[in-house]
């Protein structure tokens, strides 16, 4: 069974930095992309940033430069590093898998981040 679950979330000031990871168990994340997305209540799930297992990263241009995803395969984890974080950036914040052909199918339960101004 493959279970995806995030941590780090939490309250902090704009300008502020966060660490978000996600450990994966039952789940190949050396072997097939992984990402970060985020929702806010009332709004769809937005992607925000890709890892795929060539080394490449992609990002939604609102956190460019302020965001870092990265991996370690050897301890099945994901991260998402969150610097100078602004307001706009408060939101529940999901981990997500993708299965063999490169679709996201697998989600952990998210981990709230709020930043107040």
């Known amino acids: 069974q493959v279970q995806l679950v995030e941590s780090g979330g939490g309250s902090v000031q704009a300008g502020g930095s966060l660490r978000l990871s996600c450990v994966g168990s039952?789940?190949?994340?050396?072997?097939?992309?992984m990402g970060w997305f985020r929702q806010v209540p009332g709004k769809e799930r937005d992607w925000i940033s890709t890892?795929?297992?060539?080394?490449?990263?992609r990002y939604v241009d609102s956190v460019k430069g302020r965001f870092t995803i990265s991996r370690d395969n050897a301890k099945n984890t994901l991260y998402l590093q969150m610097s100078s974080l602004k307001p706009e950036d408060t939101a529940m914040y999901y981990c997500?898998?993708?299965?063999?052909?490169?679709?996201?199918?697998?989600w952990g339960q998210g981990t709230q981040v709020t930043v107040s101004s």
């Open positions: 997500a898998g993708c299965d063999a052909s490169g679709v996201y199918r697998y």
């Open positions: 039952g789940y190949p994340s050396s072997r097939t992309c």
């Open positions: 890892s795929t297992t060539a080394g490449t990263t």
